[in-house]
T-cell receptor, first 116, second 113 residues
C-alpha cells in the first residue's frame, strides 16, 4: 500500500500522560500536514511541513503540542500532559507542491485519541 | 480568515433520488475548492477538485460540482444516488498560495435502499 499511514490507529491514555503519533507520507510528497477532527466537525489544520521545515502552526497547537519531521520523511506529533479536551482524531495528510502540480492532499486513516 | 459553511448537516434520501449538497465559503480572493468523502470506517478521499477553468467539474462515482464565484458556492451534485453513497461529505477550500485546507463541518448522507 503506497498511501499515507499512521500509527497507532487508536490510543487510550490517562490525563497528564504524554503521547506520540507517527505519520508516514506518500514517499514522493514533500508536504506533510497534521489536522485534528472532533465529533461533528470537519478536520482543523494544526501544522504543516515542507520537507523538514515546519512552515506554519495553527493557534490550536498549544505549547503542549510539538511536531517534527526530522529527515523530511516521516513525522511525529507529540502531546505532552494530555487533557480530556485533546480527545480527537488526529489526521495526517501529504501532498506534492499543490500550487504547481494542482494536486491535492492525501489523507491517512488517522489516530483516534481518547484521554480518560 | 477563510471559513466554509455546509448548511445540510444530515441528508436522508431514497436510492435514485437526486442529490445537491451546499457549500459556501468566505474568502475574497482566488481559491482552490475540494469535496472529500469519508465512507464508514474509511479515511478521507478526494471526490473532486477545482483549481481553474471550467466551473463545472466532474469527479469520481458520478459526482459533479459547480463553482459559482458570485455566490461563493461550490455545490456538490449527483443525479441519481445509490446506497453505496452513504457517507460523510466535506467541502474544503484553500486560498491560492496557501496550502492548508479549511473544511466545512460536513454533511452526513444516508441513502435508504
Amino acid at each position: 500500500d503506497t498511501g499515507v499511514s499512521q500509527d497507532p490507529r487508536h490510543k487510550i491514555t490517562k490525563r497528564g500522560q504524554n503521547v506520540t503519533f507517527r505519520c508516514d507520507p506518500i514517499s514522493e510528497h514533500n508536504r506533510l500536514y497534521w489536522y485534528r477532527q472532533t465529533l461533528g466537525q470537519g478536520p482543523e489544520f494544526l501544522t504543516y511541513f515542507q520537507n523538514e521545515a515546519q512552515l506554519e502552526k495553527s493557534r490550536l497547537l498549544s505549547d503542549r503540542f510539538s511536531a517534527e519531521r526530522p529527515k523530511g520523511s516521516f513525522s511525529t506529533l507529540e502531546i505532552q500532559r494530555t487533557e480530556q479536551g485533546d480527545s480527537a482524531m488526529y489526521l495526517c495528510a501529504s501532498s506534492p507542491y499543490i500550487i504547481v502540480t494542482k494536486e491535492t492532499q492525501y489523507f491517512g486513516p488517522g489516530t483516534r485519541l481518547l484521554v480518560l | 480568515a477563510q471559513s466554509v459553511s455546509q448548511h445540510n448537516h444530515h441528508v436522508i434520501l431514497s436510492e435514485a433520488a437526486s442529490l445537491e449538497l451546499g457549500c459556501n465559503y468566505s474568502y475574497g480572493g482566488t481559491v482552490n475548492l475540494f469535496w472529500y468523502v469519508q465512507y464508514p470506517g474509511q479515511h478521507l478521499q478526494l471526490l473532486l477538485k477545482y483549481f481553474s477553468g471550467d466551473p463545472l467539474v466532474k469527479g469520481i462515482k458520478g459526482f459533479e460540482a459547480e463553482f459559482i464565484k458570485s455566490k461563493f458556492s461550490f455545490n456538490l451534485r449527483k443525479p441519481s444516488v445509490q446506497w453505496s453513497d452513504t457517507a460523510e461529505y466535506f467541502c474544503a477550500v484553500n486560498p491560492f498560495g496557501n496550502e492548508k485546507l479549511t473544511f466545512g463541518t460536513g454533511t452526513r448522507l444516508t441513502i435508504i435502499p
